[in-house]
């Protein structure tokens, strides 16, 4: 694994460190927008006072705090893999090029000894899971690794309901920062209840702290709602992914090409509106990861 340089110094300092995903990048927005997006991400974290690491694979590497070439490369380029666990020996073994998903991510940041990751929404239990058995290998790497992930709750396109009962069967701590709700991407409230609703950065890593202090394993999820000027009333969105869910089932759309075209479809059929809250929770997210490991980092410093 190649951490950078500016990473790797920060880790061993136990400097505030945010790890970002790169299938957003990839896979989950269009050209320029993903590149911009990228770069924002990387500025939120900075302007909060924490270290971006992007990461993903890059010819067969497993890099941990991408360059900007690197970043540009996987904006850019059509050979770019989806990567959840069970791609990542093959994409390493066979020297290919890697975005990784929120699950391979949590692995190669948790082998880092990165604690906090953002992404936009993680992934979940698909709708029709009773019959397909599309979980997101996303809800278990979050049960099995030390890692604090700040999502804008679970993408909408999902089941709500049936992710929050996997993120319980796999022990994973479900907290909503300042809202009274899981958040449910591109709106800002499912009505869905979380096991705390913190106030604080400072809260969530004294949560944080205490899960790591019980050696529990396992992580924290942390809901984060879409902006208010950006997020996209239900009444509106609703209708849109039912439409973007009847055409993946049309065309048989299904397996890991599922989430990336439901959401290329939703921004077709919203216009575009979509993808503005995309970008906009995601660099929210970003900010928070930030604010959370500034708080970690803190702790750690009081040697608590
Ligand atoms: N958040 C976004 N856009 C995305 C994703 C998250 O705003 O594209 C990606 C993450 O990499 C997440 C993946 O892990 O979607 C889920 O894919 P799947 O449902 O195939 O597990
Ligand atoms: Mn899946």
Redesign the pocket.
Known sequence: MRISKEVAEAIVRHEPVVAL?S??IA??MPYPRNLETAKALERAVRDEGAIPATIAVIEGDPVVGLSEEELLAIATRGDVMKL?RRDLPIAIGLGRWGAT???ATIILAAKAGIEVLA?????GVHRGAESTFDI???LPELGENDITVVSSGV?AILDLPKTLEVLETEGVTVLSYQAPHLADFYSQDSGLPVDYVANAPEEIARIVRARRNLSLGGGILVSNPCPSGLALPREKIDPVIAKALDEAEREGIRG?A???YL?AKIVELSGGESLEA?VAL?INNARLGAKIACALSSLQKEGR
């Not at 992404?119 to 992934?123: L, M, N, Q, R």
């Open positions: 995903e299938t957003i896979h989950g959840s998903t929120v699950s992404t936009g929404g993680i992934g997101s290998r996303d993408k890991k599922s989430t990336p959401l995309n995601a």
